[in-house]
């Protein structure tokens, strides 16, 4: 399947590589099939499928804040079809500002590598903002 980007020109994609989000991602409702294209290091762009403007920075935000954790309910696993805890997937959304890079740990995606099911969730943590700013490289390097 061929598919159109602003950023990347047209890119041709597996179709079982598409990630369904039933409820699609707040904001781009409408918007349902995306793709993760590798960027750099850990960043990926999670690209809609069927939008060439659409594109989102994601990463791994337990590769950058090691002490992020949190559980999925119940309700979110059995949407997600989730099996066994090795199929989950986990991404934020990164912003850039003038201020700097910021994660969303507040509302990460989450997806089963299983079925490419995939849903933005709502973390129920105070710790978490939609805004953390990312740690510099050179308190990374210290740890």
Do not use: C
């Amino acid at each position: 399947m061929k598919i159109q980007t602003t950023r990347f020109g047209e890119i041709e994609i597996n179709e079982e590589r598409i990630i369904q989000f039933p409820l699609g991602i707040p904001g781009f409702n409408e918007l349902k099939k995306y793709v993760l294209l590798d960027y750099k290091d850990s960043i990926k762009w999670l690209h809609a499928a069927d939008n060439p403007d659409v594109a989102f920075i994601v990463t791994d935000p337990f590769a950058i804040f090691s002490d992020y954790s949190f559980s999925l309910n119940d309700d979110e696993e059995q949407f997600l079809g989730i099996k066994k805890p090795e199929d989950v997937v986990v991404l934020v959304i990164l912003n850039v500002s003038d201020s700097g890079l910021t994660a969303n740990l507040k509302a990460p995606i989450v997806f089963n590598a299983a079925n490419l099911k995939a849903a933005q969730i709502l973390v129920d943590d105070e710790r978490y903002s939609f805004k953390v700013p990312l740690p510099s490289l050179s308190q990374e390097s210290g740890k």
